[in-house]
């Protein structure tokens, strides 16, 4: 009997044990700001440095460890999307811009490499809330702001997202690469033409700062 005891008593203490080397190990669950730049354009076969137009992106992000150095990060933000093309004819030269705005949830496994170093990726989701388009140019006449009917885009944009950051305490700083897989525009017919507008996917770098609570 006393021989049980002890038994019970023993296992007891390696079952605590155990459970302070995990807690020790493995930080707390936390929740953050994050916001940042967007440098975005729409691209159609290959993704370059043109038609860049500058944004912003904020919103909530969670830091769920798995492990001491893993985590899961799910995210949700408001983000500026689009892209601004300069143009230069015969007849005028402008600048139009597309402004697409986006909730987006991005889900990210997370690993420190090195103290406070780290990298990420995933998969995100976002939907798209408003969209607008506007024109500036030498001839008044071209000049206008207009409201893109969202029935013509495709709702939701979906891709790949992969970046780096540095982590001081709570607070933070990182670059992020989104990579956008869906086309921004739906297909359409006009006059038994088919076609896309706009036709081209989300690419979107980010530039942007943490703070953990």
């Known amino acids: 009997m006393k021989s049980s005891r002890k038994a019970t008593t023993v296992l007891a203490l390696l079952i605590g044990l155990l459970m302070s080397a995990q807690d020790n190990s493995t930080p707390n669950a936390k929740v953050g700001f994050k916001g940042g730049i967007n440098l975005s354009n729409l691209y159609v076969d290959d993704v370059d440095d043109e ?23 799910p995210e949700v933000s408001y983000t500026v999307k689009g892209a601004e093309v300069t143009y230069d004819n015969l007849l005028v030269s402008g600048t139009t811009k597309y402004r697409l705005n986006y909730i987006e949830v991005p889900v990210l496994l997370k690993a420190t490499i090195l103290p406070g170093f780290n ?16 024109n500036e140019s030498t001839n ?15 709702t939701i944009d979906a891709g790949l997202a992969l970046g780096t950051g540095i982590d001081l305490g709570n607070f933070g700083i990182g670059v992020r690469y989104n990579y956008g897989l869906t086309k921004v525009g739906k297909e359409q017919n006009y006059a038994g033409t088919t076609y896309t507008f706009p036709n081209g996917k989300n690419s979107v770098l980010n530039i942007y700062a943490t703070i953990k609570f």
């Open 119 to 134: 990298i990420h990726f995933g998969p995100y989701a976002a939907f798209l809330v408003d969209a607008k388009i506007t």
């Open 140 to 154: 008044a006449t071209f000049n206008f702001e207009q409201n893109i009917d969202k029935s013509d885009l495709n």
């Open 51 to 73: 038609n860049v137009l500058t944004g912003f992106n904020a919103g909530l992000f969670f830091d769920l460890p798995l492990s001491k150095n893993v985590s899961l990060q």
